[in-house]
């Protein structure tokens, strides 16, 4: 079994920061992507930022770039998201995600959710 931990959500003001982290644990031979997505209410969930294991290659949402930073501790199977210059759109519900491979293949896990929002 694999588990996703979220931790690091809140309520922040407007310009302010916060930074999430989510530790991935159990049945885990590699990890090759990690990312996070949001859901605001009554909106589609979203991807927000991505890294892939291999290359550093990171991706990120057009809304969010210049603000948000990801950052992967392959040893720890940790995944961060530095939230600067937070606005109030930015308010959603944050979700890990992780594609991992092991005896079972490569399947996506999610996290359970970590609340942010932001104040205006």
């Known amino acids: 079994q694999v588990q996703l931990v979220e931790s690091g959500g809140g309520l922040v003001q407007a310009g302010g920061s916060l930074r999430l982290s989510c530790a991935a644990s159990?049945?885990?031979?590699?990890?090759?992507?990690m990312g996070w997505y949001r859901q605001a209410p009554g909106k589609q969930r979203e991807l927000v930022a991505a890294?892939?294991?291999?290359?550093?290659?990171?991706q990120y949402a057009d809304s969010v770039k210049g603000r948000f930073t990801i950052s992967r501790d392959n040893a720890k199977n940790t995944v961060y998201l530095q939230m600067n210059s937070l606005k109030p759109e930015d308010t959603a519900v944050y979700y890990c995600?992780?594609?991992?491979?092991?005896?079972?293949?490569?399947?996506?896990?999610w996290g359970q959710g970590t609340q942010v929002t932001v104040s205006s």
């Open positions: 995600n992780a594609r991992i491979t092991n005896w079972r293949g490569s399947l996506d896990y």
């Open positions: 159990g049945s885990i031979f590699s990890i090759n992507v």
């Open positions: 890294a892939i294991s291999s290359g550093g290659i990171t």
